[in-house]
């Protein structure tokens, strides 16, 4: 079946501008989480939403970022006046609810590709 | 930085085990798991522990937990060229993953 899409793969943007990213969740999944990934490191949770709702967006690091999910499927990352900073791959994962309709203690999640970003 | 901790490289020979080691924080994680990751590919789960397991072998992998210390490790029988990639661990004590830095493994023939 298909897995997490992510698009687009890669996006170049200028310092200053606005980007946004998408994410296609598996079908099904309730539960979808942002990562962020710098280059040597591992990735860094941003935010979790349990359907529509953002659960947790404690790891956003500051208010130029914002991600929504209207419809409790896909999500879209947005940034707002890039900085270089913000070069990372950002990672999308999804997850199966567990019996609670929440992501049970044994949460496997399943992660797309990835968008590269790149801000000149 | 990270509280999860993993020596950034290894390089070992075709046909020789692996053996990645992690030292974690978050005593509450229940379980805690190791990911691969390829270049162009997303992360993909390769096994999973419980906490209260102290082994778990998964055909040619085997992990290890050692929750007084902190420290899990996983080992890779008879390491192929398709295993070069970077490993992450990664801890869990609620829905979201704490991974490490990842650990570089480089195959040789």
């Known amino acids: 079946g298909a897995g997490v899409s992510q698009t687009p793969s890669n996006k170049v943007t200028e310092k200053g501008k606005y980007v946004e990213l998408r994410c296609d969740p598996i079908s099904g999944h309730t539960a979808l989480y942002w990562y962020r990934q710098s280059l040597g490191q591992g990735p860094e949770f941003l935010i979790y939403?349990?359907?529509?709702?953002?659960?947790?967006d404690s790891g956003l690091p500051n208010d130029r970022f914002f991600a929504v999910r209207p419809e409790g499927s896909v999500s879209t990352l947005k940034i707002q006046r890039t900085e270089r900073g913000d070069s990372a791959v950002y990672l999308c994962?999804?997850?199966?609810?567990?019996?609670?309709?929440?992501?049970?203690?044994?949460?496997?999640?399943?992660f797309g590709p990835g968008t590269r970003l790149t801000v000149l | 930085g990270e509280d999860v901790e993993q020596s950034l490289f290894l390089s070992v020979r075709e046909g020789d085990s692996s053996v990645i080691n992690c030292t974690y924080t978050?005593?509450?994680?229940?379980?805690l798991y190791w990911y691969k990751q390829e270049p162009g590919a997303g992360l993909q789960l390769l096994t999973y522990i419980f906490s209260n397991m102290d082994m778990k072998q998964d055909q040619r992998l085997t992990v290890l937990l050692n929750k007084k210390d902190k420290h899990l490790s996983l080992r890779i029988a008879d390491t192929q060229t398709g295993d070069s990639a970077i490993y992450f661990c990664?801890?869990?004590?609620?829905?979201?993953?704490?991974f490490g830095a990842g650990t570089t493994v480089t195959v040789r023939a």
């Open positions: 978050d005593s509450s994680s229940t379980y």
């Open positions: 990664a801890e869990s004590p609620d829905y979201k993953l704490s």
């Open positions: 939403f349990q359907g529509t709702g953002a659960a947790d």
């Open positions: 994962a999804s997850s199966a609810p567990g019996t609670s309709g929440a992501p049970s203690s044994y949460n496997e999640q399943f």
